[in-house]
């Protein structure tokens, strides 16, 4: 088995809330089976020898931990603002590190090419300089001050605009992003990608949103972040290694890689390398 | 026309894209198919029985199958997509028609399983699309010796557009197309139709756009 | 490595302006071709991401990558990064280039110099390439013959069979007809092509199961 390391210690989803049944639904966590169930109307989770693991309940989803994890799950204050709708957007799998579908979302060069004319397109292609820093206090990666020109930022854009972006990676496999909010100027829509690592290659990948948004159908922002996630899976599905290169020479980034940068120096500072490659193959 | 539809089904892309490609506006109801399952709400189900997408509802007429829904459309805003009236090619259009089925229940079902965790016996559903792939291969390699890029002659009918989409995301199920050289060639054509429109895990072709300058090399040129 | 030529697709599959994904031993590759017609055979990873490159789109002169859209020209050399449209890539940003020559409509490709041209058979063009679940020994065997390069006669006509082994036991046969043979001929050759594959299909499946 694949060495699970520091990252065993740590919390991920493995299902989403309101799907769960006492029938359960086997998965896998970093190679390990385990079933998700509802014991007497509660979320519960065992491994392959029956053993209870530890279970929180929030935003939507189920997290468990094979290990014995030091701090609490992290929390989206933003999340509990009244007038947010809270959107489940369903299970994706992709055969891809769980580590570099995180750092996919982190990315913005890619919008043009990828979600060409809805989150980017061409000619508008450059990334301005932007801020990054890993903060101590809490032990995060975040990027700010990030900005970019899109033709369909979110369901209930019209029209381009150049949206802000703030990115917080939160646990080695959960990021949150913070982006421009058309209908309510001055907060922020929260878009956050909670990944569930089956093994060092296969991944199911659980989007999670908390939008001010009064006037879409809940069924179109659920197929909005669906199209988006989606359109990321072939790029995902091809990237050679498929585990994340953590030696600095496999592969050349630019200014506009710095919070993967960052994020991939967090991972290799705190030894979170299930998924990753650490010498070049 | 009101058409209810799920934005990562390969059927109901069927019906986006030919609608896009001849310029029919439909009025799109998104259903949640995946995770909230309303494909089998008693709404739906009172809609279509099977439980499936797309449905295509108009004046007194409601469609749950996406050859029929393309056929209805064709012969509602572009004849010219039924094929001619030769035996030939309207025989040639039934058959991919009919075998765009089987690419639904093999690759399709693969990819169904592969992403969005539908149940299924993976290597049955990839054995049974391989051998879909390489029939459509050899017949595209032969419509290719008679100088045609379509199935069923030299211009593009609702055959290609109903059996494009489960193909070309063939790759999402583990079914990667790199043996198929035919069919890649059958799909740039396609992807290059006027009024072309992607699904997610179909790119559009970035090459029809002009590279955006000024560029870097040509500067560098000129410097030397 | 071999420095030898080997083939790896038939020039008719990958027009003007296209990409392909392609093998050199256990090296995937993007064979691609530009406007202009020029054949080439990169590495398939962009050096930045590491996506496949054969995913990409040729606009031009160039090979530019899906994900990011960064543009790569001649050798292999990055021109262009649209995330910095105003910045002249670092001359180190590079993919992998491999010998790419084109004979008798197959594209041949090679790591490093080979000796001499990729082996031209006069008389014969490039007619179907497929994919077969067998080690090329298998394959050749069903073919009846051995060696990578066969001529011989499958159904109707003469043909010239070029085997390329690929990774995990499968083969790709890339098979060349007579210049000016008629469609009724090609059609039966294609089917007989299809048959070898069922047999070598069959014979590979048949020894993995005695030895397992």
């Known amino acids: 088995m694949s060495d699970q390391g520091a990252m065993r210690d740590h919390w991920y989803p493995v299902g989403m809330t309101k799907q769960l049944t006492a029938g359960g639904r086997d998965t896998l966590l970093m190679g390990e089976p385990i079933r998700v169930y509802l014991d007497n109307g509660a979320p519960a989770v065992s491994d392959g020898t029956?053993?209870?693991?530890?279970?929180?309940?929030?935003?939507?989803?189920?997290?468990?931990?094979?290990?014995?994890?030091?701090?609490?799950?992290?929390?989206?204050?933003?999340?509990?603002?009244?007038?947010?709708?809270?959107?489940?957007?369903?299970?994706?799998?992709?055969?891809?590190?769980?580590?570099?579908a995180v750092e996919n979302f982190l990315d913005i060069a890619h919008f043009p090419f990828v979600h060409t004319d809805i989150l980017g397109s061409e000619p508008h292609t450059e990334v301005q300089r932007y801020e990054v820093e890993i903060r101590e206090d809490v032990d995060e990666v975040w990027a700010t001050k990030v900005k970019f020109y899109q033709p369909q930022a979110a369901k209930s854009a019209e029209g381009?605009?150049?949206?802000?972006?703030?990115?917080?990676?939160?646990?080695?496999?959960?990021?949150?992003?913070?982006?421009?909010?058309?209908?309510?100027?001055g907060e922020w829509d929260v878009i956050a990608l909670f990944v569930q690592p089956l093994t060092e290659t296969l991944c199911e990948v659980w989007p999670w949103m908390?939008?001010?948004?009064?006037?879409?159908?809940?069924?179109?922002?659920?197929?909005?972040?669906?199209?988006?996630?989606?359109?990321?899976?072939?790029?995902?599905?091809?990237?050679?290694?498929?585990?994340?290169?953590?030696?600095?020479?496999?592969?050349i980034p630019t200014r506009a890689d710095m919070t993967s940068i960052a994020y991939r120096r967090w991972l290799k500072r705190h030894g979170f390398t299930y998924g990753a490659q650490l010498v070049a193959a | 026309m009101i058409f209810y539809d799920y934005i990562l089904s390969p059927s109901c892309y069927r019906v986006r894209l030919f609608a896009a490609v001849i310029g029919r506006r439909l009025d799109l109801r998104a259903v949640d198919f995946h995770p909230g399952q309303e494909h089998r709400s008693d709404a739906m189900l009172a809609l279509n029985p099977a439980g499936t997408l797309p449905v295509l509802k108009d004046d007194g007429i409601v469609l749950t199958e996406s050859t029929a829904i393309l056929t209805y459309l064709a012969a509602h805003d572009a004849p010219a997509w039924l094929g001619d009236?030769?035996?030939?090619?309207?025989?040639?259009?039934?058959?991919?028609?009919?075998?765009?089925?089987?690419?639904?229940?093999?690759?399709?079902?693969?990819?169904?399983?592969d992403m969005l965790l539908a149940p299924g016996d993976i290597d049955a559903l990839r054995a049974e699309a391989t051998?879909?792939?390489?029939?459509?291969?050899?017949?595209?390699?032969?419509?290719?010796?008679?100088?045609?890029?379509?199935?069923?002659?030299?211009?593009?009918?609702?055959?290609?557009?109903?059996?494009?989409?489960?193909?070309?995301?063939?790759?999402?199920?583990?079914?990667?197309?790199?043996?198929y050289p035919s069919i890649r060639l059958w799909m740039r054509a396609l992807r290059g139709l006027e009024g072309f429109i992607e699904m997610p895990g179909i790119h559009r072709l970035h090459e029809l756009l002009p590279e955006p300058g000024p560029m870097p090399d040509v500067i560098r040129k000129e410097r030397a | 490595m071999t420095t030898d030529w080997t083939p790896a697709a038939l020039s008719r599959d990958i027009p003007a302006a296209s990409a392909a994904p392609g093998q050199l031993g256990e090296t995937d590759l993007a064979i691609w071709r530009s406007a202009s017609g020029r054949i080439a055979a990169?590495?398939?990873?962009?050096?930045?991401?590491?996506?496949?490159?054969?995913?990409?789109?040729?606009?031009?002169?160039?090979?530019?990558?899906?994900?990011?859209?960064?543009?790569?020209?001649?050798?292999?050399q990055c021109v262009r990064i649209p995330a910095h449209p105003e910045l002249t890539p670092p001359e180190a940003i590079k993919v992998p280039v491999f010998a790419a020559a084109e004979a008798s409509g197959v594209v041949w490709v090679a790591d490093g110099t080979p000796a001499g041209a990729p082996p031209e058979f006069p008389g014969f063009e490039g007619f179907r390439s497929l994919r077969i679940h067998a080690p090329a020994t298998v394959l050749a065997?069903?073919?009846?013959?051995?060696?990578?390069?066969?001529?011989?006669?499958?159904?109707?006509?003469?043909?010239?069979?070029?085997?390329?082994?690929?990774?995990?036991?499968?083969?790709a046969l890339h098979l060349l007809a007579p210049e000016g043979a008629g469609p009724a001929t090609l059609d039966a050759l294609s089917l007989a092509a299809e048959a070898l594959r069922r047999t070598a299909e069959a014979q590979a499946e048949q020894a993995e199961e005695e030895t397992a």
Request: charged letters at 20%; glycine letters at 10%; aromatic letters at 8%.
């Open chain 2, 85 to 113: 009236d030769t035996p030939v090619m309207r025989a040639r259009v039934a058959q991919w028609l009919a075998f765009a089925q089987r690419l639904t229940d093999s690759a399709g079902a693969a990819r169904a399983h």
């Open chain 1, 210 to 251: 908390a939008l001010y948004d009064d006037a879409a159908e809940m069924t179109d922002l659920i197929h909005f972040q669906q199209m988006i996630f989606v359109q990321d899976r072939s790029v995902l599905e091809n990237q050679l290694p498929a585990l994340l290169p953590l030696d600095p020479g496999m592969e």
């Open chain 3, 141 to 171: 065997r069903a073919f009846g013959g051995a060696g990578h390069v066969i001529e011989g006669t499958l159904g109707p006509c003469a043909v010239v069979a070029l085997i390329q082994p690929l990774p995990g036991n499968v083969s």
């Open chain 1, 160 to 185: 381009g605009i150049t949206t802000d972006y703030m990115y917080r990676v939160c646990a080695p496999t959960c990021s949150v992003l913070y982006k421009t909010c058309p209908p309510k100027p």
């Open chain 3, 42 to 76: 990169w590495s398939d990873r962009c050096p930045h991401r590491g996506m496949r490159l054969s995913h990409g789109f040729v606009r031009g002169e160039r090979l530019s990558c899906i994900y990011h859209g960064w543009g790569y020209g001649e050798g292999g």
């Open chain 1, 50 to 100: 029956g053993r209870s693991l530890p279970v929180i309940d929030r935003f939507g989803h189920v997290w468990t931990s094979l290990g014995a994890p030091n701090r609490d799950l992290f929390t989206i204050p933003e999340a509990d603002q009244p007038g947010r709708r809270l959107v489940d957007v369903g299970v994706c799998r992709v055969r891809c590190s769980p580590l570099r």
């Open chain 2, 131 to 179: 051998t879909a792939l390489r029939e459509l291969e050899a017949a595209l390699s032969a419509a290719r010796r008679r100088g045609e890029s379509f199935l069923a002659g030299n211009r593009p009918t609702i055959a290609d557009i109903a059996c494009f989409p489960h193909v070309a995301l063939a790759p999402d199920g583990g079914l990667p197309l790199d043996p």
